[in-house]
Every structure is written in structure tokens, then in C-alpha cells.
């Protein structure tokens, strides 16, 4: 089955600096890449995706990149807020499937 | 339009006991997914259900069971419970496929 390693676990910022999160995953066959953030004591919301027939992908300041070829896939936030602060998952899904194989998460802590 | 609507919210039970779970889709949602969070193993996927069809199975043991109802609401099951199931018991709703995912408030379980 699928397999989803992120990095890093943890990631301590400076308000104003850039923040990005590395995942990478084992199937070829995954073509569907979403994050999620979670705050304390609140569901996985979306913040981005990207599918496998786009390389990058923008909303503001989040963008996300993917290298099919090396089974990468990573999380940019630039000008972080302390409202960044919470724990953000990737996440691997297969074509025809609603399944999500995630990482264990990276907890962003963005200090004023 | 209404979210996705977990119930009960917090549940305390003894072990051996089983447990039933809750969870009402996004209104159109036939896709109904199910994920146990703990603080160690992160978000780790139960089952996957599609118009009362059940797609995907995660690698759970067999007290684990679920099941969809005609319209559209899901229900998982824990029998036996033993002290490592606490966690929280999040659904997730979508369209089908790797259309985007909106995740429900969770149940916390705790086995005492």
C-alpha cells in the first residue's frame, strides 16, 4: 500500500519568514495531493491540492510542487503569520478512490 | 450548507464494551471516509464507503466495522474495545474519487 513520509516534524519560525513541509510517497499510481491543516481541537481543514498533471500550484501565500519523477512533494508558505500556527498534513490519494494515506503531520509554531 | 456532523462528540467506555459512531455527510456526498487520529500513529485510514459499497479497508482488525446507509450516512463500529482504540474518530465526506474531502468535528473516545 501506499506510504507518505513527511518533514519535518516540527518547524519553529520567525513571524515574517518562510515555512515549507516535504513529503514524499511510494506509489506511482497516487495522483491526487492535499493538505490539510488542523488546529488545536479542530478538524483537518484543506489549504491547498495539486494532481499529478500540474508541477506547482498558488493561493496566495501557500503553493505546493510536485516531482512525479521523485515521488516529492512540498508545502511553501512565505510571510508567515502567527495565525500559521498549527499542524499541517500531506496526504496521498489514488485515482477513483476517496482514500487518504497521510504523513504524520509537521507542527508549524509561527512566534511574533 | 451543513457541514459534516459527527455524533456523539465525546464518548467514555469501559473496555470490552463495544461502540457505535456517527457521521451524517455534506448533503450530495456519497463518498463517506473514516480515520483514527492518536497523538503517535497520526491520521490512519479506516474504511472507505461509496453509495453503501464499501471500496477500501484500512488495516484494522476485524472489531472494526462500519457500514453506509441509503442516504448517505455512515456508521462505524469498535466491539471489544481495549485502552489503545481511545482516539479521536474523524469522517470525512466528498463527492467520490479525489474530489475534496471536508472532515467532521471527530469523536473522542476514551476506553477506561
Known amino acids: 500500500g501506499e506510504n507518505v513520509e513527511q518533514h519535518p516534524s516540527t518547524l519553529s519560525v520567525q513571524e515574517g519568514d518562510s515555512a515549507v513541509i516535504k513529503c514524499t510517497y511510494s506509489?506511482?499510481?497516487?495522483?491526487?495531493f492535499p493538505w490539510y491543516k488542523q488546529e488545536l481541537g479542530k478538524r483537518p481543514q484543506l489549504i491547498i491540492d495539486?494532481?499529478?498533471?500540474?508541477g506547482e500550484k498558488k493561493d496566495q501565500r501557500i503553493a505546493v510542487t510536485l516531482n512525479k519523477t521523485a515521488k516529492h512533494f512540498s508545502l511553501h508558505i512565505t510571510e508567515t503569520q502567527p495565525e500559521d500556527s498549527a499542524v499541517y498534513f500531506c496526504a496521498a490519494s489514488m485515482a477513483g478512490y476517496s482514500t487518504l494515506t497521510f504523513g504524520k503531520g509537521t507542527m508549524l509554531l509561527v512566534s511574533p | 450548507k451543513a457541514g459534516v456532523t459527527q455524533t456523539p462528540r465525546y464518548l467514555i467506555k469501559t473496555r470490552g464494551q463495544q461502540v457505535t459512531l456517527s457521521c451524517s455527510p455534506i448533503s450530495g456526498h456519497r463518498s463517506v471516509s473514516w480515520y483514527q487520529q492518536t497523538p503517535g500513529q497520526g491520521l490512519q485510514f479506516l474504511f472507505e464507503y461509496f453509495s453503501e459499497t464499501q471500496r477500501n479497508k484500512g488495516n484494522f482488525p476485524g472489531r472494526f466495522s462500519g457500514r453506509q446507509f441509503s442516504n448517505s450516512r455512515s456508521e462505524m463500529n469498535v466491539s471489544t474495545l481495549e485502552l489503545g482504540d481511545s482516539a479521536l474518530y474523524l469522517c470525512?465526506?466528498?463527492?467520490?474519487?479525489?474530489?475534496?474531502?471536508?472532515f467532521g468535528q471527530g469523536t473522542r473516545l476514551t476506553v477506561v
Open positions: 495539486i494532481r499529478s498533471n500540474v
Open positions: 506509489d506511482s499510481a497516487s495522483n491526487y
Open positions: 470525512a465526506s466528498s463527492l467520490g474519487g479525489t474530489a475534496e474531502a471536508f
